[in-house]
């Protein structure tokens, strides 16, 4: 880290207003680079740099690992702001702040590694790598698909199954975190959206990785805690489920972007006369029903991103009874709610809104994209709340 981020981190001086102003720059940045963006399936390392050097990357490591006390509120406007302007950028600047978090829940010797050597760690869980018992490590080879920001990361973790010692007796999913120098990326993501997410594939070929840095999902969403004893007790992600905690930033990139939209589409209708009957469109019936209800459907979404940051402060306060199910039920419905305003305002503007990297087009591929995510598929969720429901277990993990 260099300029802010390293000071202000430092003296834990990092504040809403300072995340903001940052956030602002990532985008209107990430705006202005969209089209090479567009064609090399990456932001820019010029972004990624911004998105470090102020302090966006570092902002949810626990104070006793020497980041700022940042909380969930925070994190999630500085995300939708990001969004406000590229959803590629603010899809980084979700996960990268969250993925480096995640050597927190490692031993003390894993942690120390991590946050020593700093740096930016990327993910996927995706359990679909084998893992071979060597000494007091595991031998880890697989090939993963959609490892989002890897090409600017110096680490990954991937998901592998494993049985360890102190288990059930049955393989759990874990994160073995791989510095990015023992692996081989594969530049293979070439999407209708998102494109600057530079989601890439990584391959592993018995990559040795020691014990102290493989993260436990499931022993860290059943405990909500680290291994240590001495940790940051008012650290907000110690507090909630893992799962719902990991994914609330998907409908917020999806939000923000969906913002610009309708933005957009009122600046665009303002001007806009239909040849057909010469109507000024902002004086007519059919814009302005459109804008109130695309403006009505949004902030209802907005409300229940509201209520979803609610149930997850006050997790613990209210019994931990929240279910997996109701969180991915309210995150889903946010999405289609996005998409189909998307979808409303693309239809209402016609043919002049589908020229390649307009802001209209690029936006509304990139909702669409969020919304095919796995965690976003809104008829997924439903099934699953239903079951809950009538008292039946789901069994999804948020």
């Not at 969180?327 to 979808?343: D, G, H, N, P, Y």
Request: charge should be negative.
């Amino acid at each position: 880290m260099a300029g802010l981020s390293q000071q202000v981190l430092k003296e834990n001086r990092l504040t809403e207003e300072l995340l903001l102003e940052g956030a602002k720059k990532v985008g209107e940045l990430a705006e202005q680079e969209a089209k090479i963006a567009d064609e090399i399936a990456s932001v820019s390392a010029k972004v990624v740099s911004l998105m470090e050097s102020t302090g966006i990357t570092q902002m949810m490591i626990p104070k006793n690992q020497g980041g700022p006390d940042i909380g969930l509120r925070t994190f999630a406007k500085v995300v939708r702001k990001v969004a406000n302007y590229n959803l590629s950028a603010a899809w980084l600047a979700y996960l990268y702040p969250l993925h480096n978090m995640l050597p927190a829940y490692l031993p003390r010797k894993g942690q120390d590694e991590i946050f020593n050597q700093g740096g930016l760690i990327a993910d996927i869980f995706a359990a679909i790598g084998t893992a071979e018992k060597d000494g007091d490590g595991y031998r880890i080879s697989g090939k993963w698909n959609f490892v989002s920001g890897v090409n600017h990361a110096d680490w990954v973790g991937v998901g592998v199954k494993i049985v360890m010692s102190d288990g059930d007796g049955k393989p759990e999913v874990c994160l073995p975190i791989i510095p990015v120098s023992e692996l081989q990326i594969v530049e293979n993501w070439d999407t209708f959206g998102l494109r600057g997410s530079g989601s890439n594939q990584v391959i592993a070929e018995d990559v040795y990785v020691p014990l102290e840095r493989i993260f436990r999902p499931e022993q860290a969403e059943k405990t909500r805690r680290p291994y240590e004893e001495n940790y940051e007790e008012d650290y907000p992600l110690y507090h909630v489920p893992l799962f719902p905690a990991f994914y609330f930033g998907f409908p917020l990139i999806a939000l923000g972007g969906a913002e610009r939209m309708i933005e957009e589409f009122k600046k665009q209708t303002e001007k806009r006369v239909r040849l057909m009957d010469g109507v000024t469109e902002s004086e007519s019936p059919r814009s302005q029903r459109v804008m109130a209800e695309i403006t009505m459907e949004f902030k209802a979404a907005e409300a229940l991103m509201d209520k979803y940051l609610e149930l997850l402060e006050n997790y613990e306060k209210d019994g931990a009874t929240t279910s997996n199910a109701e969180f991915f039920a309210i995150r889903t419905k946010i999405v289609k709610a996005t998409s189909e305003i998307a979808l409303r305002i693309l239809l209402t503007l016609g043919g002049g809104a589908l020229y390649k990297g307009g802001p209209i087009e690029l936006f509304f591929r990139d909702i669409l994209s969020v919304a095919t995510h796995k965690t976003s598929l809104y008829e997924d969720s439903v099934a699953a709340y239903g079951q809950e429901l009538f008292g039946f277990e789901s069994g999804v993990r948020g």
